[in-house]
Nanobody, 115 residues
Framework: VQLQASGGGLVQAGGSLGLSCAAT????????MGWYRQAPGKQRELVAT???????NIANSVKGRFTISRDNAKRTVSLRMNSLKPEDTGVYYC??????????WGQGTLVTVSS
């Protein structure tokens, strides 16, 4: 399974951006999809994930501002980011837990929030 992410870019604080990610190879079941991010000089951290059943796990730092959604039929996951802050700046990685195959990561997409 490969993950192809799109979206991101440069936005002013308070603005909005969207990220999307599509998984290839439909013969493998994906249990969890989501997004992680890595800010400069920091470790990669969870942003939000969603299970097949739609249960979400959202980081406290983005709760109420970010919304994650998933389309199981299309094997896509999206992240809508509102009220962005400079501390949201980082490389955002799409993530998928593939049943029997382990974790998969997308190539990373840069989000820059200017103050």
């Amino acid at each position: 399974v490969q993950l192809q992410a799109s979206g991101g870019g440069l936005v002013q604080a308070g603005g909005s951006l969207g990220l999307s990610c599509a998984a290839t190879e439909s013969e493998f079941r994906i249990t969890i999809m989501g997004w992680y991010r890595q800010a400069p000089g920091k470790q990669r951290e969870l942003v939000a994930t969603v299970t097949l059943n739609g249960d979400t796990n959202i980081a406290n730092s983005v709760k109420g501002r970010f919304t994650i959604s998933r389309d199981n039929a299309k094997r896509t996951v999206s992240l809508r980011m509102n009220s962005l802050k400079p501390e949201d700046t980082g490389v955002y990685y799409c993530y998928a837990a593939v049943l029997g195959r382990g974790p998969r990561w997308g190539q990373g997409t840069l989000v820059t929030v200017s103050s």
